[in-house]
């Protein structure tokens, strides 16, 4: 069974920085991507950043471009989200997903089989 536990999150003021973890286990899959997204209350969830497991490529939604890095440690199986410059609107609980990878490449609007219970990020201004 695929378990993905996020941790990292917390409190912080405007233009400060926060590193989430995501550790996963159970999954068997060679080729993968991994995803963060994140939602606000009253919001709908938004795709942030995502990363496939063997070429290491990265997309970024235009929100968080230039602030935020996706990473990757395969050997932990964990994905990192270092994020600096944080701005109020960052402001949410953000979940890391997974899904297998066909190879064609990954996309924060393709759809995710596996999430994560979320940790909370706050940015103060």
């Known amino acids: 069974q695929v378990k993905l536990v996020e941790s990292g999150g917390g409190s912080v003021q405007a233009g400060g920085s926060l590193r989430l973890s995501c550790a996963a286990s159970?999954?068997?899959?060679?080729?993968?991507?991994t995803a963060w997204f994140r939602q606000a209350p009253g919001t709908e969830r938004e795709g942030v950043a995502i990363i496939t497991t063997v070429s290491s490529i990265t997309r970024y939604a235009d929100s968080v471009k230039g602030r935020f890095a996706i990473s990757q440690d395969n050997a932990k199986n964990t994905v990192y989200l270092q994020m600096n410059s944080l701005k109020a609107e960052d402001t949410a609980m953000y979940y890391c997903?997974?899904?297998?990878?066909?190879?064609?490449?990954?996309?924060?609007?393709?759809?995710?089989?596996?999430w994560g219970q979320g940790t909370q990020v706050t940015v103060s201004s």
């Open positions: 159970g999954y068997t899959y060679s080729r993968k991507c």
């Open positions: 997903a997974a899904a297998p990878s066909s190879g064609g490449g990954c996309y924060l609007g393709a759809n995710f089989p596996y």
